[in-house]
């Protein structure tokens, strides 16, 4: 069989940049999405008219994103070029790139097909084992054929297209497997006559793909984390539980934040306020860095083994744990294998003995003596002297780092998952020598990665389960608080997302609308309150798991860092505010219904006109309609069904059948959740006595 990823190499073009700074610069170089935002991986050079800085870069087809970085410290967009905002209040260089057989327009019957666009990679997601089904991917330029078959044992089998961009579009077909006989299949893509043969080797080739079933290993993600909320706490800021452990300048509770101020957040503030999170449905906590570290962030830990002071200490934490337990809570604790604190035991110990110290080759030590200063002399994320980056390819230093799960797991059985710092920076190799000891540790360990793009080549089984969801942010972002697009495109685009992983990745990805890495989405919606409702309805309904970042839940504001990390707003957490209701609301209805929970995805759909956006989940006989009014008029609302009797979840209003149709009105700002009734009820969210039941008041704010 040939490989076919070495069929894929040319999916890239060399482009040129060229940038004349204001000023004389001493050094310029190239950031952007093509090589993560490394602002020292790509230098310029000075041309010969002694202004203007120049240099060639192999960039993807489609879209990417960039700046200029002048002196190692000033990032410039590019004057010449479209400028993008990033979501966060950063604007971004834009420059897109298009295969050379993309110069004419795609024509479905024209007969001609794009080589370039055909791939079929034997790989996650294209091809998947998951539920019984084997699913097959083949990827098409946009538009440019009139439908795609899939060839297997004799019979044909129809492609659906799965979701499309300006650039390709992706058909897919799902057959069950036994995982015991070889399978093996080719395409036909129809675009005019009788169709054109795609298998091993190309457009044209008749010779079938085959999958061996000995050798084919499926992906296996865990279950469990999908099944209710997970909960961001940012350590210093949730809540403050006891003096003893503060430092000496912590700031009032409702202090403003600075980039290095601290407000005594500690784990015995989050033990005591378990009761409130239990009334939340929580079922998993997501802490940022616990270790000791000089910063507040704790990003750059001095020990990975050592709880920060004020935090507590690692007995606290081990309480907490168990406190957390007690309530079937489990932790997913934050990790930045990537770099250390200059106070690092190993780093240290360069910096005090030199090149005669052991650990020299545990950093990228560029020139002796290391000391922590501007241009440091060391590799250092993002160019930060405070962040020496660690080479975790040498076996002392990623051997380490491998102990340092374990030794948490020793102190909290709890411990479920892993949030990884910086993700795409690190190098494969470790993230699969990661996922063996993790899973070996436990099947069940949930490895969650930081990336803000595309996570495909992470997410193919040997490395990540899961990746923030910075793509279903952005989406919701732009359509809900900026209100750019229409509920059509809005549509496409999360179906999109849910389609560029395999379908067991995209049930377990990390479903966010804020982070400490970003402003908050009220302050972004501009206090809008029924759009932030909107988003929550789609995080806590669309397939993942619905991630809240502390206080988003009570309405709570924030710009950009350090403003999005304020001290929690306990004064909100009343059951007389709306928003805290109808979070508690949402998390009620998610616990009530499995399809919701762990159910497939369908019949996704947006109206331009009507500003209606719908979506289906299903799960044996469990099913779930989502309907959300995004318009600016009452809507009413149709969609097949076969129960006798339906409930919107959210309101309690009972919708009858009729012509296996149920049919109801919707206003502008409203959601609804559509459950057959007399459904049983599985994974009930856990009630606290503290907690009093509420009922949800729907808003009728026009959005």
Same mark, same amino acid.
């Given at each position: 069989?040939?490989?076919?990823?070495?069929?894929? =190499?040319?999916? %890239?073009?060399?482009? &040129?940049?060229?940038?004349?700074? #204001?000023?004389?610069?001493? *050094?310029?170089?190239?950031?952007?999405?093509?090589?993560?935002?490394?602002?020292?991986?790509?230098?310029?050079?000075l041309?010969?008219?002694?202004?203007?800085?120049?240099?060639?870069?192999?960039?993807?087809?489609?879209?990417?994103?960039?700046k200029?970085?002048?002196? @190692?410290?000033?990032?410039?967009?590019?004057?010449?070029? *479209?400028?993008?905002? /990033?979501?966060?209040?950063?604007?971004n260089?834009?420059?897109?790139v298009?295969?050379?057989?993309y110069?004419?327009?795609?024509?479905?019957?024209?007969?001609?097909?794009?080589?370039?666009?055909?791939?079929?990679?034997? =790989?996650?997601?294209?091809?998947n084992?998951?539920?019984?089904?084997?699913?097959?991917?083949l990827?098409v330029?946009?538009g440019?054929?009139?439908?795609?078959?899939?060839?297997?044992?004799?019979?044909?089998?129809?492609?659906?297209?799965?979701a499309?961009?300006?650039l390709y579009?992706?058909?897919?077909?799902?057959?069950?497997w /036994?995982?015991?006989?070889?399978?093996?299949?080719?395409?036909?893509? +129809? &675009?005019?006559?009788?169709?054109?043969?795609?298998?091993?080797?190309?457009?044209?080739?008749?010779?079938?793909?085959?999958?061996?079933?000995?050798?084919?290993?499926?992906?296996?993600?865990? +279950?469990?984390?999908?099944?209710?909320?997970?909960? =961001?706490?940012?350590?210093?800021?949730?809540?403050?539980? &006891?003096?003893?452990?503060?430092?000496?300048?912590?700031?009032?509770? $409702?202090?403003?934040?600075?980039?290095?101020?601290?407000?005594?957040? !500690?784990?015995?503030?989050?033990?005591?306020?378990?009761?409130?999170?239990?009334?939340?449905?929580?079922?998993?906590?997501?802490?940022?860095?616990?270790?000791?570290?000089?910063?507040?962030?704790?990003?750059?830990?001095?020990?990975?083994?050592?709880?920060?002071?004020?935090?507590?200490?690692?007995?606290?934490?081990a309480?907490?744990?168990?406190?957390?337990a007690n309530?079937?809570?489990g932790?997913?604790m934050?990790?930045?294998?990537?770099?250390?604190?200059?106070?690092?035991?190993?780093?240290? !110990?360069?910096?005090?003995?030199?090149?005669?110290?052991?650990?020299?080759?545990?950093?990228?030590?560029?020139?002796?003596?290391?000391?922590?200063?501007?241009?440091?002399?060391?590799?250092?994320?993002?160019?930060?002297?405070s962040?020496?980056?660690?080479?975790?390819?040498?076996?002392?230093?990623?051997?380490?780092?491998?102990?340092?799960?374990?030794?948490?797991r020793s102190?909290?059985?709890?411990?479920?998952?892993?949030r990884? /710092?910086?993700?795409n920076?690190?190098?494969?190799?470790?993230?699969?020598?990661?996922?063996?000891?993790?899973?070996?540790?436990?099947?069940?360990?949930?490895?969650?990665?930081?990336?803000?793009? $595309?996570?495909?080549?992470?997410?193919?089984g040997?490395?990540?389960?899961s990746?923030?969801?910075?793509?279903?942010?952005?989406?919701?972002?732009?359509?809900?608080?900026?209100?750019?697009?229409?509920?059509?495109?809005?549509?496409?685009?999360?179906?999109?997302?849910?389609?560029?992983y395999?379908?067991?990745?995209?049930?377990?990805?990390?479903?966010?609308?804020?982070?400490?890495?970003?402003?908050?989405f009220?302050?972004?919606?501009?206090?809008?309150?029924?759009?932030?409702?909107?988003?929550? *309805?789609?995080?806590?309904t669309?397939? @993942?798991?619905?991630?809240?970042?502390?206080?988003?839940?009570?309405?709570?504001? @924030?710009?950009?860092?350090?403003?999005?990390?304020?001290?929690?707003?306990?004064?909100?957490?009343?059951?007389?505010?709306?928003?805290?209701?109808?979070?508690?609301?949402?998390?009620?209805?998610?616990?009530?219904?499995p399809?919701?929970?762990?159910?497939?995805?369908?019949?996704? #759909?947006?109206?331009?006109?009507?500003?209606?956006?719908?979506?289906?989940?299903?799960l044996?006989?469990? +099913?779930?309609?989502v309907?959300?009014?995004?318009?600016?008029?009452? +809507?009413?609302?149709t969609?097949?069904?076969?129960s006798?009797?339906?409930?919107?979840?959210?309101?309690g209003?009972?919708?009858?059948?009729?012509?296996?149709?149920?049919?109801f009105?919707?206003?502008p700002?409203q959601?609804?959740?559509?459950?057959? %009734?007399?459904?049983?009820?599985?994974?009930?969210?856990?009630?606290?006595? #503290?907690a009093?039941?509420?009922?949800?008041?729907?808003?009728?704010? %026009?959005?």
């Amino acid at each position: 069989m040939i490989p076919m990823l070495a069929l894929y =190499q040319a999916d %890239t073009r060399l482009e &040129s940049f060229r940038f004349e700074p #204001s000023t004389p610069a001493r *050094t310029v170089h190239i950031a952007g999405s093509f090589n993560n935002w490394n602002k020292d991986a790509t230098p310029m050079k000075l041309d010969t008219d002694g202004r203007t800085w120049s240099v060639s870069v192999r960039l993807p087809y489609g879209r990417s994103f960039y700046k200029f970085v002048v002196n @190692g410290e000033m990032w410039l967009t590019d004057p010449k070029a *479209t400028a993008i905002d /990033d979501g966060n209040g950063n604007q971004n260089s834009l420059r897109s790139v298009t295969p050379a057989d993309y110069a004419t327009p795609a024509k479905p019957n024209d007969g001609i097909v794009a080589r370039s666009a055909l791939r079929h990679d034997q =790989q996650v997601p294209e091809l998947n084992y998951d539920r019984g089904q084997l699913s097959v991917q083949l990827r098409v330029r946009s538009g440019d054929v009139s439908g795609v078959q899939l060839i297997s044992a004799g019979k044909t089998h129809a492609m659906k297209q799965l979701a499309t961009d300006e650039l390709y579009a992706h058909y897919g077909a799902s057959i069950p497997w /036994d995982r015991k006989s070889d399978f093996t299949y080719r395409f036909r893509l +129809q &675009s005019g006559g009788k169709g054109t043969m795609f298998g091993d080797g190309g457009l044209g080739v008749v010779k079938p793909f085959r999958l061996e079933a000995k050798s084919f290993r499926p992906f296996i993600v865990p +279950q469990q984390i999908s099944r209710g909320p997970m909960y =961001q706490i940012f350590p210093d800021r949730f809540a403050n539980g &006891s003096k003893a452990n503060d430092p000496a300048n912590v700031m009032p509770w $409702d202090g403003v934040p600075t980039y290095g101020n601290r407000f005594g957040g !500690d784990a015995i503030g989050v033990a005591q306020n378990l009761g409130y999170l239990a009334s939340l449905g929580v079922q998993t906590i997501y802490f940022n860095p616990i270790f000791a570290s000089p910063s507040n962030h704790r990003y750059e830990a001095d020990s990975f083994k050592l709880v920060d002071p004020e935090f507590g200490t690692n007995a606290d934490f081990a309480d907490m744990a168990k406190a957390m337990a007690n309530r079937k809570m489990g932790i997913v604790m934050d990790f930045a294998f990537n770099h250390t604190s200059p106070r690092f035991f190993a780093f240290k !110990d360069i910096m005090e003995r030199g090149e005669a110290s052991p650990y020299t080759k545990w950093y990228f030590i560029k020139r002796y003596p290391v000391v922590v200063q501007d241009n440091p002399p060391y590799e250092a994320w993002f160019g930060f002297p405070s962040m020496p980056k660690v080479d975790l390819m040498y076996a002392p230093a990623k051997e380490h780092m491998l102990s340092i799960v374990p030794f948490w797991r020793s102190l909290a059985p709890n411990l479920v998952g892993a949030r990884l /710092d910086v993700a795409n920076e690190v190098d494969m190799r470790f993230w699969r020598a990661f996922r063996k000891s993790t899973k070996t540790m436990d099947p069940n360990f949930w490895i969650l990665g930081e990336h803000w793009g $595309d996570g495909d080549p992470w997410l193919k089984g040997d490395q990540w389960d899961s990746m923030m969801g910075y793509q279903f942010r952005e989406a919701c972002l732009q359509y809900f608080a900026y209100g750019n697009g229409s509920a059509d495109t809005f549509a496409q685009r999360l179906n999109s997302i849910y389609n560029s992983y395999a379908p067991q990745v995209s049930r377990n990805l990390m479903l966010l609308i804020s982070s400490h890495d970003t402003a908050r989405f009220l302050t972004l919606a501009k206090g809008d309150q029924t759009k932030q409702m909107l988003a929550a *309805t789609v995080q806590f309904t669309w397939p @993942g798991v619905p991630s809240i970042y502390y206080g988003e839940e009570l309405g709570m504001e @924030g710009d950009r860092d350090p403003d999005n990390r304020r001290g929690m707003r306990w004064d909100l957490a009343s059951d007389d505010n709306p928003m805290l209701r109808y979070y508690r609301k949402l998390a009620k209805v998610r616990a009530s219904n499995p399809a919701l929970q762990e159910g497939e995805l369908s019949d996704v #759909s947006g109206s331009q006109t009507t500003g209606l956006v719908r979506y289906r989940r299903t799960l044996g006989k469990n +099913q779930a309609w989502v309907v959300l009014n995004t318009g600016k008029k009452p +809507q009413t609302v149709t969609l097949p069904a076969r129960s006798l009797r339906w409930q919107d979840a959210l309101s309690g209003v009972a919708v009858t059948l009729q012509d296996n149709t149920i049919s109801f009105l919707l206003n502008p700002g409203q959601s609804a959740v559509l459950l057959p %009734t007399g459904q049983k009820a599985h994974h009930s969210v856990r009630s606290d006595p #503290s907690a009093s039941a509420q009922t949800i008041r729907h808003s009728h704010a %026009t959005f």
